[in-house]
Structures are given as structure tokens and as C-alpha cells.
């Protein structure tokens, strides 16, 4: 139905930077709401940065100032832009998309559900 697509992550040292993209595909009518989520070892997952597609953000606490997510509507992608990474920034990513198919805006159900991606690992280290 949807599949996203993440690209980048990998390693970075204390301090330093990372993006990370994705990109959906699929019989999609709309996307209201794009974002990043995140889960360490031993750790729920937890959302880091969501976006809406009116370009309203919302993020963590703990990566305000430092992280920033953006969005192109025409290619159906999302990024996040990682700065001053600090080594509990450490976990895999996964991006999440709202979307409402087609079949769900033509024939009226109007639903909007999540969809994931596989996931990228971040890792913050010296």
C-alpha cells in the first residue's frame, strides 16, 4: 500500500551532523503528517520530530535546537537534519507517514493510517 523508503544515517562522532531522508510511494491521495521516531536497545520507541504538510513541526524535547525536519510535498519525502549529535541520540530511526490512500478518499472512508520504514541506525560515537 505505502512503502517508504529512508535513506542516510550511519556513524557520527559527538558534535557532528547526519540526514536522514525518506521518500513514500504508493496509490496515495495525501500524507497530513510526516515524522521521525526512534527507538534505542532496552528503550520504547518515541517520536522525534513530526511535521505536518502545512510545514507545522513538532519536536522532542530533547532534540529541540538541535535537530530539523522538512518536507517536500511534491516528492512525498521527508528529512531530518541532525546537528550538535550527542551519543543518547544513539538508536534506529524509522520514519512514519499519516496517509490516506486512494481507494480510501474515492470511495469515502477518508481514512488516514501509519505506515513505516524499516528503520536506519544513527550511531554517536568517538
Known amino acids: 500500500q505505502v512503502l517508504l523508503k529512508e535513506s542516510g544515517g550511519g556513524l557520527a562522532q559527538p558534535g557532528g551532523s547526519l540526514r536522514l531522508s525518506c521518500a513514500a510511494f504508493?496509490?496515495?491521495?495525501?500524507?497530513?503528517?510526516m515524522g521521525w521516531y526512534r527507538q534505542a536497545p532496552g528503550n520504547q520507541r518515541e517520536l522525534v520530530a513530526s511535521?505536518?504538510?502545512?510545514?507545522?513541526?513538532n519536536y522532542a524535547d530533547s532534540v529541540k535546537g538541535r535537530f530539523t525536519i522538512s518536507r517536500d510535498n511534491g516528492k512525498r519525502s521527508v528529512y531530518l537534519q541532525m546537528d550538535s549529535l550527542k551519543p543518547e541520540d544513539t538508536a534506529v530511526y524509522y520514519c512514519?507517514?499519516?496517509?490516506?490512500?486512494?481507494?480510501?478518499?474515492?470511495?469515502?472512508?477518508?481514512?488516514?493510517?501509519?505506515?513505516w520504514g524499516q528503520g536506519t541506525q544513527v550511531t554517536v560515537s568517538s
Open positions: 512514519n507517514a499519516e496517509a490516506m490512500l486512494n481507494d480510501d478518499y474515492v470511495y469515502g472512508s477518508l481514512a488516514v493510517n501509519p505506515y
Open positions: 511535521i505536518s504538510d502545512g510545514d507545522v513541526a
Open positions: 504508493g496509490s496515495i491521495f495525501s500524507i497530513p503528517t
